[in-house]
């Protein structure tokens, strides 16, 4: 069902406005359709090429621009897309059969794993593993069974990442952590839970007993339910202001290609406390991608929170910005910092705030203290926060 919604945006450029058109749809661009055709006019093809690589969708794309005439799509630029497409192919085929590998090797052991992205969740979604971009494989596993998970990697020639802490509050700051094959070049990302501490997720024992079992191996591979799925890319989606278009359309397929319980969703959503998350999620996929909006979920896009945080989203997809590279304007870089308060609820602040107060290593490394007297980095660490402000305004 179609609802229009509050939310205004007008593509900073001719490419975004292809781009968007290309994944809008299903089927390919109509050559005999004069609105179509006015889209591949005057198109900087390098720069187009630089939106797909930003926003992961070379697959998508190259399915729909791959028969269309030279005259309108160069050559040059089918063959990029076909490049990429190719590679990224051969990755989900190797990450898929990794995936079967680790199943294999933790179901002897008698530990269950969840998959929560990667190759399940693209045959999920488009029916075709080539079809979705991913570059690691994401797993949740029980919080009592990471020592076990652990060995088992390091077992298998994984590299664990090396998080330094003070205290020893790995499990309790953090929610994952990565383990690297150097010859498969895997990237595994084992996660004891869903979001970072400070956001309220389902457990495991939740999520097992609601679990898929994947189609696309001989070995079982389990995955989250379609509801838990679907609050699950919402939710990481909006940690990172939905700045690459993939996400959206993988919230665009879910509801199109899913019987979604929007009952047991809508329980889920109050449960968690992420109505405005949702709101905001389906906002940005309506007005992007005519994503259609369920009547059971209308009443949480139309929110004034909703709208404010969806407008909020916006300059990220425009501005083709990447939070985690220290890439951004510093503009852009403090409305992030306000943006991702501004999703938070009360009690998400008061433990955001929580954790900023907690010593982490800068403070061991602007004063060294012996061991025994670690936990004085409590009493510290707002005089420590304040002076490496100072310092930094000052240099």
């Known amino acids: ?3 229009k919604v509050l939310v205004n945006h007008k593509p900073k450029s001719k490419e975004l406005s292809l781009l968007l058109r290309l994944l809008k749809v299903e ?5 005999n359709s004069s609105n179509e055709l006015m889209l591949l006019n005057n198109i900087n ?6 939106l797909v690589d930003h926003h992961r969708c070379y697959p998508l794309v190259y399915s729909k621009l791959k028969n269309i005439d030279e005259n309108l799509v160069p050559s040059h630029v089918v063959e990029v897309l076909y490049h990429e497409y190719k590679k990224n192919t051969f990755k989900m085929l190797q990450l898929t059969g990794e995936m079967e590998h680790l199943s294999k090797v933790f179901d002897k052991k008698h530990i269950p794993l969840l998959f929560l992205k990667g190759p399940t969740v693209a045959y999920d979604l488009f029916g075709d593993i080539s079809l979705r971009m ?13 020592e076990g998970t652990d060995k088992i990697l390091l077992s298998l020639g994984y590299k664990k990442e090396e998080v330094q802490t003070i205290l020893n509050e790995i499990k309790w700051r953090h929610h994952h952590i990565e383990y690297y094959h150097p010859e498969k070049k895997i990237l595994v990302e084992i996660h004891w839970r869903l979001h970072p501490r400070s956001l309220k997720g389902a457990s495991f024992k939740e999520l097992w007993r609601r679990k898929r079992k994947s189609t696309l191996t001989d070995q079982p591979i389990y995955f989250m339910g379609k509801e838990d799925l679907l609050l699950y890319l919402i939710s990481h989606g909006s940690r990172h202001g ?5 996400w959206l359309k993988d919230i665009d397929r879910i509801v199109r290609i899913h019987n979604i319980d929007y009952k047991h969703f809508n329980s889920l959503v109050r449960k968690y406390r992420q109505k405005h998350l949702v709101g905001q999620a389906f906002q940005i996929a309506n007005t992007l991608l005519d994503t259609p909006l369920h009547k059971n979920i209308q009443n949480l896009a139309v929110t004034r929170r909703a709208i404010s945080l969806a407008n ?3 300059p990220y997809v425009n501005e083709m910005v990447q939070f985690h590279r220290g890439t ?3 503009e852009l870089a403090k409305s992030y910092r306000n943006y991702l308060l501004s999703i938070k609820t009360n009690r998400q602040r008061l433990m955001y705030f929580i954790i900023l107060f907690y010593p982490n290593p800068l ?3 602007t004063i060294k203290l012996p061991k025994r007297l670690h936990s004085l980095y409590f009493l510290l660490r707002p005089f420590l926060l304040f002076w490496r402000k100072f310092r930094k305004t000052h240099y």
């Open 242 to 246: 939905w700045f690459r278009l993939r």
């Open 328 to 330: 951004m304007p510093r």
């Open 1 to 3: 069902m179609r609802k």
């Open 45 to 50: 093809w390098c720069f187009f090429l630089e």
């Open 134 to 146: 991913s570059k690691d494989l994401d797993i949740l596993v029980q919080e009592k069974d990471l």
């Open 363 to 365: 403070d061991e490394k």
């Open 27 to 31: 089927e390919e661009i109509n050559i």
């Open 312 to 314: 909020k989203t916006l």
